[in-house]
C-alpha cells in the first residue's frame, strides 16, 4: 500500500516538473491538490512483545470456566483493558445451556470503536478455555480443566493489542467490534454425542441478538489458536463457503507482507467453529484464522484440548505475523 502511494507521488510529481518545462522545482504546495492526494496510510507496527504478555496474563488466571472466579476475574480484566484502549465497551450476560444440562453464567464482551461509523469490520475470538482435556493421552487428567494459552487466549491476545493500537490512532476512522464469544469451548466431550452445536454457545446466542439492533459489518475474520510455534493457516472449507473474498483478501496480505509460510493457500475441510454461526445466523461474511496441523488425527495439533495448551506452545512470530496481518486488513479499509 505504501509503496504504492509513493509511487503516485513520485509519478505525480514527474508530471508536475515536466508541466513546469524544467524552469523551477515545484515546491510542497504545487504537489499536494487536494483533489489527487490520497490520504498517507502508514499502518502501525503490532507488538508481539504486548501480545504475548496478554496471553500470558490470561493463563495466569488460570482456566477460564463459566461459574468460576477464575472466569469472572479475568472477564473483570478484559473490560478494564478495553476501558483503558478507549473502546465503547458492552457486557452481554446469558445463561447457556452446556451438553449435559449444566446452566453456564456466560458474557460476551464487545469492545467497540469509532460507533459513529456504519461501515465496520467485525474481530472476534473466544475468551473461555475447556472443562476438561478430553485429548491427553493422560486420562488421570482428563477432568482437570485446560490453561488454554493457545486455544482462547492466543486470539484474545491479539484482539487486545490490536484494541490497544487503535485506540491510540485517532486518525483511523474505521468502525470495529471485537467481539470475544464466551462458551465457546464446552462442547461434548469427544467420542460422546451432543452435536456441532453443542460448541460455540457465546457466538449463537450474539449473532440472534447481536449487541446493537440490526448490527451490520462488512465482514469478520474470527483468530483460533493463531499463538502456536510454527502454524499452518488454511483457508478452511466453511470460510471458503461463506467468505471466500475475505479469504483470499487476507491471504494475499499475508503473502506481501512475507507471512507466506504461514498462510498457505490450500483449502480444507470445513469446521464448526464461531464464523459458522457468523455466517449462517446472522449473515455476516466471516473467516477463520485457525491452525491446521494435518499430522494430528484431530487435524487441529498436538496440545488441542491437552495439558500441553500453556505458554510453552506459544510463539511470538505467530502473534507478530497474524495481528500485523489483520491490522494491514483494517488500515487498507479506512
Ligand atoms: C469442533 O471441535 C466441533 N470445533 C472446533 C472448535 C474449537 C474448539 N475451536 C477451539 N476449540
Ligand atoms: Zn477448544
Redesign the pocket.
Known amino acids: 500500500m505504501k509503496w504504492q502511494k509513493y509511487s503516485l507521488l513520485m509519478v505525480m510529481s514527474l508530471f508536475l516538473i515536466m508541466a513546469c518545462g524544467g524552469e523551477e522545482q515545484p515546491d510542497d504546495k504545487d504537489i499536494i491538490n487536494p483533489q489527487v492526494t490520497v490520504k498517507p496510510v502508514s499502518i502501525p507496527s503490532f507488538d508481539a512483545e504486548n501480545a504475548y504478555n496478554m496471553v500470558a496474563k490470561q493463563v495466569a488466571f488460570g482456566p477460564r470456566l463459566p461459574n468460576t472466579k477464575e472466569h469472572q476475574a479475568t472477564s473483570k480484566w478484559l473490560v478494564e483493558q478495553f476501558n483503558l484502549y478507549g473502546a465503547k465497551v458492552i457486557q452481554q450476560d446469558f445463561i447457556a445451556k452446556r451438553y449435559d444440562g449444566v446452566n453456564l453464567k456466560s458474557k460476551n464482551i464487545i469492545a467497540s470503536f469509532n460507533t459513529d461509523n456504519s461501515d465496520r469490520i467485525l474481530l472476534c475470538a473466544h475468551w473461555d478455555t475447556?472443562h476438561v482435556a478430553d485429548h491427553d493421552p493422560d486420562k488421570s487428567r482428563y477432568n482437570e480443566p485446560i490453561l488454554g494459552a493457545d486455544?482462547g487466549g492466543s486470539g484474545v491476545g491479539v484482539l487486545l493489542e490490536i484494541a490497544r493500537i487503535l485506540g491510540q490512532d485517532s486518525s483511523f476512522k474505521h468502525g470495529v467490534d471485537i467481539v470475544l464469544f464466551d462458551s465457546?469451548?464446552h462442547?461434548a466431550p469427544s467420542g460422546t454425542q451432543g452435536g456441532?452445536e453443542s460448541?460455540c454457545l457465546g457466538s449463537q446466542h450474539w449473532s440472534k441478538a447481536p449487541h446493537v439492533a440490526n448490527y451490520k459489518a462488512k465482514f469478520g475474520i474470527l483468530l483460533?489458536?493463531v499463538g502456536s510455534k510454527s502454524p499452518r493457516f488454511t483457508k478452511e472449507g466453511t470460510s471458503m463457503q461463506y467468505a471466500p473474498t475475505v479469504m483470499n483478501k487476507v491471504w494475499d496480505i499475508a503473502s506481501s507482507l512475507g507471512y507466506g509460510a504461514f498462510f498457505d493457500p490450500t483449502t480444507t475441510s470445513a469446521?464448526?467453529?464461531d464464523h459458522y454461526f457468523v455466517n449462517t445466523l446472522i449473515g455476516i461474511p466471516t473467516i477463520d484464522i485457525i491452525n491446521k496441523d494435518l499430522s494430528t488425527q484431530s487435524n487441529f495439533g498436538q496440545h488441542w484440548h491437552t495439558h500441553k495448551d500453556n505458554m510453552d506452545v506459544i510463539g511470538k512470530g505467530t502473534l507478530k505475523a497474524v495481528g500485523q496481518v489483520v491490522l494491514t486488513v483494517l488500515y487498507k479499509e479506512d
Do not use: K
Open positions: 475447556r486455544d465457546e469451548d462442547g456441532s460448541w483460533d489458536m469446521i464448526t467453529d
